[in-house]
């Protein structure tokens, strides 16, 4: 069973950054894609930033140019740096892993989740 975890979450005020972590346990974590989604109060959980085994990434509109997605291979993690935050940057932001392969930004692509880390951006 892979576990996944995720660190970092945190207030912000706008135009700030936040640094989210994403591990998983196992063994061949650089086989795994990784995707960060979010959940606002109310709204459907929605695409963040993904990135493959290979390092292809993906970005919502909503957070290209501001986010950005990374692997550090020797710490078997993925970072979301988040700047130039925003009020609509504020939910609760997951991880999902797989290694099965599938289309890189779509939650269904991901069998193992994280529990959430909660992200405010406030005035």
């Known amino acids: 069973q892979v576990q996944v975890v995720e660190s970092g979450g945190g207030s912000v005020q706008p135009g700030g950054s936040l640094r989210l972590s994403c591990t998983a346990s196992?063994?061949?974590?650089?086989?795994?894609?990784i995707g960060w989604f979010r959940q606002a109060p109310g709204k459907e959980r929605e695409q963040v930033s993904c990135?493959?085994?290979?390092?292809?990434?993906h970005y919502a509109d909503s957070v290209n140019g501001r986010f950005t997605i990374s692997r550090d291979k020797a710490r078997n993690t993925v970072i979301l740096k988040m700047n130039s935050m925003k009020s609509e940057d504020t939910a609760v932001y997951y991880c999902?892993?797989?290694?099965?392969?599938?289309?890189?930004?779509?939650?269904?692509?991901?069998?193992?989740w994280g529990q959430g880390t909660q992200v405010t951006v406030y005035s």
């Open positions: 990135i493959s085994s290979s390092g292809r990434t």
């Open positions: 196992g063994s061949s974590f650089d086989y795994y894609a």
């Open positions: 999902g892993a797989d290694r099965r392969g599938g289309s890189l930004c779509t939650q269904i692509t991901y069998a193992y």
